[in-house]
């Protein structure tokens, strides 16, 4: 079989060669553009049978093709600060809140920039660039047209003057100018939309920018508490003009129920939906999915919820409505609100998804994994579940359908880090960094939430190298850790004893703004004070006990504490600086802080080897000064451990004594 | 609870396993022990093969492995798929074995155990007539019965297997094990504690001089069995030590790693399946099976099956502000910042903002792109008409057309507009023209 296939192919690519040969005498020189391409066409055909030759398509490559080829070479940097910071090393921010700060004021920056272009339009008429740029340039944003006609309604309609628009449509019904159903759409969807009141003056230039130009600092927390203030008022404009209408369609509804919904007037939207069916109106799906999201405010009762989202459902496949995506994710998220009943419907309406071809989206799992995991009871479940949904997932490349998506990442971590399941973890984290996944790690609180506790989870159960590994590749270029997770990291390189590196992990608790957090600062003192080390480590150590003393002293960040003052000194006890330890103990006066006994004990060991008598004697004075308890069985052991003089030993014995009374 | 049980069944087969390499015969004696292998191979040895360390164990595989055998041949009744998994299971083992010590010790051990086989089986091929039925039985109730011995008690050495039951052989068997086949000719003797008679009369006449003679003796007797066990222990060394150390924690971990599927293991057994439970392959697949169940839940059955009419209906409307709205709040959550320059290169291709790649250098002449090239140059067409065809405006006019075709700012429908713009000047001018006698027509 194999050889008269060869036998073919032989002839055929010889016989191509001479066609080849005649083609391009004929062609001349013109030719050589396409002859390559005719060249491995025969090459292929060679390998396989003759049967069809595929002419491959002429592909079209999109404008940024090239670039992103050239940014998947690069990807990130882990050890540069974020790229948006790089034009100004002087901003480079090193904690979260600097973070913040500087990421809003360049964008505020950026849009007050708009802002002023747009608002002067006379200043900026010059246009430089060949070809011309439209985003430069600026963008109309008052009125042109003042006549009263539906064009002018149109404009006002477009640029979003909510109370200019609605001026413009009463007087063209004064002046008895029908208006056409699409323009009143248009009114409607956007008195709906914002609520009867003129979009605030500096959101204009974020709301005009379709693009996706803004990095998202802003976003949700604007919105929020934009429209936290906001709430359906009976008869206003919308309704006013909905019912001087003189035929609605879907539309007009859809317009009105939605804008109910959003400004929480539910049982409003409910009535206006029942009142849409009363007169043969069928909905469309926007309708229903507002309505199956406000359930939760329209029933207490779990299975009245229930009840009511299926009646829903049901009345949606009598219209022939096809769901949507936001259907059952509005569905799913109503479930969360179900109590007991919801676990085993959510299933259900996966299915059902399915079922009609819908695949889900990682809000659809977020809402599952809500449901099944309970940080307390059954943990196992919600381990299970997402490992079923990793599994699913792995290796695709995401989408947002769902502004809810973004929370899939950080609630499966917390999943994995309630479970301890590392394996899982690490799969959710592989999952975030396929193709362009970690676009749907959200805004940048959610990213650092879910780096937060993927951070936690290998703490708590992996190794230590392990742990450093991830340490540098994800602080601080992608977040940066709280006291929490420094404190974690703390207690991972004690349980598995690496104290050693702790220099230059308080290095990076300095960089990252923790040093004068009380509870890091002293739990770093604990680490490196709590056992003998070897002596360069113990060297490194006093190096940076030293700097934190100088937090301590010259930054004036935190207040001693008895114990970090202890700590410190033993640590430079141990490193034999006996002269700064002398110091130290200069500052328990000082801050009228007592030093611990194991403290004098180890000065009075350091004494003891440096043959310094004279040195415990005053130890033991400075102690008695202090009034401590332990002064007599100082005295006692410097008496008997050191060669005295008889003065010294004088003293001592008087110090001694006076403690007994005492006692 | 299971920890103990594994635990002691371990003993007993250690036990009977010396018993049976001392003096052969025991064949009853198999039989009981095989279950109880079942158990210990079903749940247990399965997980060795991920077990660390195998210091003593490596030697006692080799026993359940043969016991296994001997199982399987007491079952001759259940399907043959069964009697393959099994041996599949039984191969599986000795292969993992030979990858751990792949020593001659391994080899020594099958050759004397080889002849063991045998008697067993046919001794269990007679036994098998309510054999498999109470394999069974004893293996849902976990018990680790030895009285079953009782049913296929048809020769001698009771004794010895008495031995087993008895609580103090235990240790000492878990010890025996580790030096088992090396002193496999010494073992020959009951390895029980029994001391030595001459021993055990000195400690009852010494006993007797004492006032309560039965409690003294018992306690002399004791103490002359620990003193024992511990000179034993210590004569065979630390390494031991070790090793009981090992198969300490090698229990330890049997129980952690098996507890979730103990009981369903014992069911696959009992409904002749014929599942062989594997905890390294197949336990993984029964998880997977498991879990697999969470989204094949039956649907809601609201919605009938799509028709493709609906989904063209619902595209065709033109966007609306929510729908805008919901794009941006989409495009807005999902925007992260560019991670490094080429993306935010990418980001200023999407604005319009940065020239295109690949590098074009007609970008923005898109509706010049469908103008030829010989509308810019060959412009004489445009003055055949309007233009007198001789005289000194037509020669002027042929400059403005020559000056025009060589200039590359303007676009066709401006040179157009420029030539007619000169035909509307020189028909104004038609009569100044003439008089100045210039029209040489």
Redesign the interface.
Known sequence: MAAPGRHVGHYIQRNGRFLLCNIEQVLGHRSFGWTPAVRQQAAEVNQELPESIVIPKKKTWSKEAVLEALSSTVGRDPTACPYMFQDDPFLTPRTSTEFRMFALSQESGRDAAKFFINSNPKFFTKDFAEPHIPCLMPKTVSLVLEEVSEEALKERINLRKVSAAVDMYDQLLQAGTAVSMETTHGLLDLICFYCDKDPAEEEEPQREDTDSDEPKPKGRIHRASDFIKLTWKENNNAERIFNLLPERDTRCYSALIRGMVKYRAPAKAYSMYTDMLNNRVTGDVHIFNTLISSVVHLRVNYEARWELVTELLYQMNQQKIRPNILTFNSVLQTLRRCGPIGKSLSLQTVSEMKALGIAPSLATYEHILCLFHKPVAQKQYGADILQEIVSELEGTSLTCQDPNDVLFFATAMRVCVDTKELELGYKVHSLTEFGENYKLQGVPYQRSTYYGRFFNLLCMMEHVDAVLKWYRRLIPSLFYPNVQGMMDLLQCLDTDNRLDLLPDIWKDIKTVGHENKSEVVEEVLQLMAREKHSPEVQESFATCALDVKNEFEVKRLLQWSNLSLSNVTIVLLRANKTQMAWEMLELFKSYNRVPSKEVLDAFLTVCHSDGTPQKAVELVQAAAALCLLQTPTLATRTLAEFDLTEEQRAILTELEAAGEPSD | MYRFLSRTVCAARNSSVIVYESCVLPAKCEKAAAPVFRVVNGGGVNTLSTSSVRFCEKKDDVVPSNQDEKTTAVKEDPPTETDQAKMAKQTEEPVVLMAEDGSTTQQQTDVKTEPVVEKPTEAAIDAAKSGKQHLLDLLVAMKVEVTSKKKFKGTTIKQNYESIKHPESKSEAMESTISMFQKATEAASPPSETLEPDLVAAASAAAATLPDSNRAQSVLLRQLRERKAITEAQKKGDMSKLGEIIADMKVGRQYSRQKPSASSQITFDDDERGYTRDRGITGELVGVRR??N?????????????TED??VQ?TAAQP???D??F?????????????????????W?????MW???VDNE???EEEASVSFHEHIFLEKHLEEGFPHQGPVRHFMELVVAGLSRNPYLTVQQKKGHISWFRDYFQQKEEVLKEANADLN
Do not use: C, H
Request: aromatic share 10%; net charge positive; hydrophobic share 35%.
């Open positions: 879990r697999r969470f989204f094949l839940a039956k649907r809601l059955n609201i919605f009938s099956p799509t609906d989904a619902s609306t502000l929510w805008m709205e794009a941006n709040n989409l495009s807005q959550v999902t925007n992260q910042a560019p991670r490094n320059g080429f993306e935010e290169m990418i980001q291709t999407k604005e319009g903002k295109q790649y690949p970008a923005g002449l």
